[in-house]
């Protein structure tokens, strides 16, 4: 994660981490929930979300009312919903 940070500024992009604890968070991470209203979404935007389906399935709608084309969003379950799967 130390160098996530410039290798998103190298590609031209904006990178917000949010932390639900900001102990042994980086300097750039905001604390709390997600709020789209706390960062500038511009046009064109893609994104991509790690982490819980329950977070993914918050923050896709908050997304999509910005303007971010549905198609336009990717994500990656990290947590413990991956243990948590029908066998």
């Known amino acids: 994660m130390k160098d996530l940070p410039a290798r998103v500024r190298r590609l031209g992009g904006r990178l917000h981490v949010w932390y639900d604890d900001a102990s042994g968070a980086p300097p750039h991470a905001l604390q709390g929930a997600p709020d789209l209203s706390r960062v500038e979404v511009a046009p064109g935007t893609r994104a991509f979300l790690c ?6 399935r918050a923050l896709r709608p908050m997304l999509v009312h910005a303007g971010v084309a549905p198609a336009s969003i990717r994500h990656e379950v990290f947590g413990p ?3 948590h799967a029908p066998n």
């Open 81 to 83: 919903d991956i243990w």
């Open 51 to 56: 982490r819980p389906t329950s977070f993914t």
